[in-house]
């Protein structure tokens, strides 16, 4: 069976470990030294280069794109990367039994007749494959074991070649599961809320269940927290925004330049020739890179050999956070590229920057972005709930571990203000701002401490900048030609750890795969941003859930406060927080005369 992925859509939402849904039936995503996208290449013949994100975010590990068929010569019906069919269980809805194919006969459910060959018996065990598996919080995942809930304690010599499926309806408490030979039964609506044992299988690795001390849970196997992806992304900002750039940051170029004592251009070329010799580096890139002045390539090499990456992720959003205030304030690049066909990959125009007049004396700048370069990386995934046990997926080349991304151009709007919109509302008593501001002060105390690197998030002026970036997608949807499920959004705040004080800013952006990105559908819209800030503040104090959402408060163990999806929730491709850190009030205390 072949399933059409994106590769956008294998980091986004998918990757080893997911169940894919196909014509065929469920399959497991399988990890990646069993995919077979790497017998016949290396990952760094499929390298995405970003030196900020690498070292700082991944510790030094390598990102590789997946191959795509065109790429390498396949047609679209051959399946590049291995999948394999999930969970082993299926129900026969005419018989109402539930039974497990192990045989390759021509028989797939025991009382319906036999099939023309045992392909199609195989197939159509895998089409009535079972909707739930079970999982637990430590990332395992397993089919449920029928047998042991049917015959819990029972004869345990009891193996039946299938199970009876009775009832149905719209409640599971109405589903018994039976067992045709000792008659014992259990309903599925007292398991399906019990803790079960974990046999601690991790399905895109191999088949073995050494145990596990975390509960298991039954879950539906198209639930979204199945499999939470963890994606971590970086902007591609000066003084690293060429090709040239991405060239000299490929790992082998990279080692090379730390390795060895080069500063020009013709001892770089004389570098780099054994490599391509040797076959590790293609002709095509050091022609490339003859192309170059002089003096680019030796600032390029400067560039990736200096030692101001961030130490951290909070570092990496506050370089971008500069990196972005500094070119609104000055255009990035200031003088446009004199290389032809050679664009920065990072450029705001000076003289498009606008600022506009908001509620209570606010001023909003906006500055588009016309050209943007976004990497995005997917380390692994968690199940069950976010705050759950993180299982790293990478592949481990014997030198250097790589993991899976994508890199996406396109376009987006930067919006900053001069005045703290919340720094009056921050010492008044009993406002959402001081809950979130406690909150920030003492995460344990809101039952935070679980995630306590991601403190910055409980900070009302993270809060205020989140609520609105949201509102602001919804509009932006309405005059830009793109879904809202396309507009993504990427919040920054410097805070004074010591006094609270605080800036931040968002970026609204949309990207896609592909050199050309985006068509100019979103910068286009900041000589008339009044209409899309209107749309987005109109009726911001309510909602049609009313007066549920309106009465919601944040506190203890909450991570929102009145925010709903009929007023902000949007899509999970577009929300970098999983809809978390939103709260309508704290943006209405500031716009509220």
Same mark, same amino acid.
């Given at each position: ?32 030294? !069993? ?14 280069? =970003? ?59 025991? %009382? ?11 197939? !159509? ?40 499926? /009775? ?17 014992? =039964? ?8 019990? =803790? ?23 879950? %539906? ?43 020009? /251009? ?16 293609? %002709?095509?890139? &050091? ?31 506050? !370089? ?8 609104? +304030? ?27 007049? *908001? ?6 700048? &906006? ?8 990497? *995005? ?7 069950? /709930? ?19 991304? &994508? ?71 309405? +005059? ?15 805070? =004074? ?60 163990? /909450? ?35």
């Amino acid at each position: 069976m072949t399933q059409l992925l994106r590769r956008s859509q294998f980091i986004t939402t998918y990757g080893p470990g997911a169940i894919l849904e196909g014509p065929d039936g469920p399959r497991v995503i399988r990890a990646f030294e !069993q995919s077979g996208i790497f017998n016949d290449r290396a990952p760094a013949d499929l390298e995405i280069t =970003d030196l900020r994100l690498s070292q700082t975010l991944l510790n030094g590990a390598g990102i590789f794109r997946l191959p795509s068929n065109a790429e390498l010569g396949l047609v679209d019906s051959y399946a590049v990367y291995g999948t394999f069919a999930f969970p082993e269980w299926s129900l026969c809805v005419r018989h109402q039994i539930l039974y497990r194919k192990t045989t390759s006969d021509n028989r797939a459910c025991p %009382q319906c007749p036999p099939l023309p060959s045992p392909q199609d018996a195989w197939r !159509q065990a895998r089409q009535q494959a079972i909707r739930f598996v079970q999982a637990c919080g430590a990332g395992h995942l397993d089919d449920v074991d029928w047998l042991g809930l049917v015959h819990r304690g029972g004869p345990s010599n009891c193996t039946p070649a299938y199970l009876l499926w /009775k009832g149905g309806g719209g409640a599971l408490r109405h589903i018994t599961i039976a067992c045709p030979t000792c008659k014992r =039964d259990v309903r599925l609506g007292q398991v399906y809320a019990q =803790d079960l044992p974990c046999s601690g299988r991790f399905p895109e690795w191999n088949r073995d269940r050494p145990g596990c001390g975390e509960p298991a849970r039954i879950i %539906q196997r198209g639930a979204a927290n199945v499999r939470i992806p963890e994606i971590v992304t970086a902007l591609t900002i000066p003084p690293r925004t060429t090709q040239l750039h991405r060239l000299l940051e490929l790992d082998r170029v990279q080692t090379l330049l730390i390795s060895r004592s080069i500063s020009t /251009k013709q001892e770089l070329l004389d570098a780099l020739q054994p490599l391509v010799k040797r076959r590790l580096l293609r %002709q095509s890139i &050091v022609d490339e890179i003859k192309t170059q002045s002089e003096q680019a390539v030796q600032a390029a090499i400067r560039d990736t050999i200096s030692h101001d990456l961030p130490a951290n992720q909070h570092d990496l959003l506050l !370089q971008e956070f500069n990196a972005l205030r500094h070119a609104a +304030d000055h255009g990035s690049p200031p003088h446009p590229s004199a290389t032809p066909g050679a664009p920065p990959q990072f450029e705001v125009i000076r003289e498009h920057v606008r600022t506009i007049d *908001m509620r209570q004396g606010l001023r909003l700048r &906006v500055t588009p972005i016309n050209r943007l370069r976004v990497v *995005m990386v997917q380390t692994g995934y968690r199940r069950m /709930k976010p705050q759950n046990q993180f299982v790293r997926r990478a592949y481990d080349d014997g030198g250097r571990f790589w993991y899976p991304g &994508v890199e996406l151009f396109g376009e987006g709007i930067f919006i900053d203000l001069h005045i703290d919109p919340i720094s009056k509302t921050l010492a008044s008593e009993g406002g959402a701002s001081a809950s979130w501001f406690t909150a920030w002060l003492d995460p344990e105390r809101f039952g935070h401490s679980a995630r306590h690197e991601e403190r910055y998030k409980l900070h009302p002026m993270f809060v205020w900048w989140h609520t609105l970036a949201h509102r602001l997608i919804n509009a932006l949807s309405v +005059d830009s030609g793109y879904s809202s499920a396309s507009v993504r959004e990427r919040i920054f705040v410097d805070i =004074d750890d010591d006094t609270g004080n605080a800036s931040g800013g968002i970026l609204l952006y949309t990207a896609q795969p592909g050199g050309d990105g985006t068509l100019g559908g979103t910068v286009a819209l900041v000589p008339e941003f009044e209409r899309v800030l209107d749309t987005a503040l109109r009726d911001i104090d309510s909602c049609s859930n009313d007066p549920l959402c309106d009465e919601e408060r944040f506190g203890p163990s /909450k991570y929102n406060g009145a925010a709903c999806y009929a007023c902000l929730l949007v899509s999970e491709t577009s929300c970098e927080h999983r809809n978390m850190y939103l709260d309508r009030h704290v943006l209405l205390e500031s716009l509220s005369a």
